[in-house]
């Protein structure tokens, strides 16, 4: 039975970001996860952006998410992870959110110190955003926002980790939790452990590992559709103003992913449970025809429709509390948690309570993609649409990839225009061939979702 100074559950952003602070201290520190990579579950379906606001503002997601906001962009940073600053235009589109608009500029104003928040009128929005509406009538400006690269950053914090000492199983369930005089004793489907501590991550699932512990947590399952479009419509985020805010959702935006993509959405409904991740006909229509009212501009080819789904506490805001002493649950991570991960973890980790010595850490190696750098990149492109080299799809299964779903997911191949109907064959065959195995043992996710029969 191997023994840990610290046992995360879950290796999402909330984990991951505690994996990887505590990366930079001389502890033994474990990460489970019951998906095959890092960052499968709730987190790999979210929209990445780095938020500012968040209503109400004395919620402890709230306080995170502004707390957070700077340290993830430094991590980010110092992980070679690709993100584009940008700012959030909240658009005033009837005449009496005009009229109201001063005086939620000044409620903005002075809550949110440190960000810059201005008045933008009419004639300023006609020129510099042309695309909009002219339904548009006015706005407030609020900067501090960023676009991130969501997978790069989850696989980041995870190498990160893993160079510098932090132990990781995936596919691995945890199916019992026993507090004792000296530590925790955690059974999986895999084996047991022993930690001084145990920390619960489990996104979606942290009510049932809570509930082992003898928590009693229920989440509502929130579902959110978002639509990827072949091209943005703004440089910016494009939000409609709401004077009564949902305390369940921020309720969307226009928005743009890393690489230059449209993203609307997302929209808020209840899910049938925790793999409801399906998209009807009526999450389309609703999200077009929210967000088509804010511009007089082609979206362009709409490239697909996903779903992530949130666990909303019936608090509706973060829940960070110990438990038995040793254990601490971090729940209803939903948005904005991406945003809040840094400072969540901060909060964790001095809940510990534990010494800390500083150790010297080695560094990320940056991913590198054709896209960033065409002139000197090297290999045989097989992505075309989103310029993915066979180098680079080698790279992420010597980095830890076995399945077609985390090769996609760190290199963007099958992600562009065609999603994959032009490159899907070759970089299945360039999986394959870096594995060392026949193309038919290739899976999707794992789990017996095999492509070629």
Known sequence: MKRYDVVIIGAGITGLMISYKLSHYKLRVLTIDKNPEPGWGVSKAHAAIVHVVQLPFKSLKSKLARSGNPELIKICEELGVRYRRTSTLILATKL????????????????????????????????????????????????????????DLLYGLYEFSKINGVD????????????????????????????????NAAGLWADEI???????????????????????????????????PDPKT??????????????????????SGKDDT??????????????????????????KAYAGIRPIPPQNDFIIKRSEGRIIHVLGTESPGFTASPALANIVIDMLGIHLEEKEVREREKFRRARDDPKNSKGRVICLCNLVTEEEVREAVRRGSKTLQGVIFRTGACMGTCQGSRCLADVLEVVASEMGVDIREVQLRGDGSWIVS
């Open 210 to 244: 809570a509930k082992l512990t003898g928590e009693d947590m229920e989440f509502e399952l929130g579902k959110g559709t978002l639509i990827v479009f072949d091209k943005p419509v703004s440089e910016r985020l494009l939000a409609p103003l709401y004077l009564k």
């Open 168 to 199: 990781f199983s995936f596919n691995e369930r945890v199916s019992g939790i026993e507090v004792r005089d000296q530590g925790v004793r955690v059974l999986t489907d895999k084996g047991e452990y022993e930690a001084s501590y145990l920390i």
């Open 250 to 271: 921020k309720g969307g935006a226009i928005m743009f992913t890393h690489d230059g993509r449209g993203l609307w959405g997302p929209n808020l409904r209840m899910a």
């Open 96 to 151: 009496y959110q005009l009229l109201l608009l001063p005086f939620v500029y000044i409620y903005l104003k002075v809550n949110l110190r440190g960000f810059d928040v201005k008045l933008r009128g009419r004639g300023y929005l006609m020129r510099e955003e042309p695309r909009l509406s002219k339904r548009v009538l006015g706005a407030i400006e609020v900067d501090g926002y960023a676009v991130v690269d969501n997978f």
């Open 278 to 303: 399906s998209v009807d006909e009526r999450d389309i229509e609703i999200i077009i025809e929210k967000f088509s009212k804010l511009i007089d501009a082609d979206p362009g080819i709409p490239l």
